[in-house]
């Protein structure tokens, strides 16, 4: 027989996290993690004591972490700009996901009411270092480019960045939390948002557009 595979507590903390933001504390076994990092319960254990501490462990704050938005600074000014915000998209909304999977997870472990109204954002949204408006940042500065290189036209690179990234948070909540059925497929529901962004929903008949 071969050695046991070894994992590093970042590994283990990882997985955990992810596996406890899609199923909740409650529907994740320590089986569950183990199988996704190939290694048993047991094994798990070596890192954290029981499954309760282990959430602790994975739940807490991460610092100075990559956000999907990150790569827009180097987006060179000429690149198709539906092209960009696609891939933004289709990496932003999996990242929300899991985070808000995180603070459902936090707020239903809650080992009482007053523990689940005094749970806290996991950054201070007064610290330019946030995470959400780091994000902000990013898309309001790339939209900026883009309209000084001509490839897009938005009135405010600011609001724009706003709406943009708030239809991406929309299509999570509505779909993670209040379960809209029938379920929009997300590149359905992509494909809409960027035609409304190249082509515009309104349409002035005084002027005989269609």
Known sequence: MGRPQRVTREQV?????????????????LADIGARLGVSPAALLRHA??????????MEPESGEVLPTDFLASVPTGEDPAKVLRRL???????????????????????????AR?????????KKSAPPLRAI????????????????SVRSPRAAALAFLGSLQSYVFLHRVLHIE???????????????WKNGAIRDRKRGER
């Open 13 to 29: 903390l990882a997985e955990a996290r992810r596996a406890f933001s899609e199923r909740g504390f409650e529907g994740t076994t």
């Open 182 to 196: 029938p379920r929009v497929p997300l590149e359905g529901y992509l494909d809409t948002i960027l035609e409304i």
């Open 89 to 115: 998209a289709r990496e932003f909304i999996p990242f929300i996901e899991q985070k808000m999977g995180e603070n459902i997870a936090r707020f239903l472990r809650a080992r009482s009411e007053e523990e």
């Open 49 to 58: 004591p029981s499954k309760e501490a282990l959430f602790h462990l994975a």
């Open 118 to 126: 005094t749970i806290r954002l996991p950054f201070d949204p007064r």
């Open 137 to 152: 940042r990013a898309l309001e500065g790339y939209f900026r480019r883009a309209r000084e290189s001509g490839s897009l």
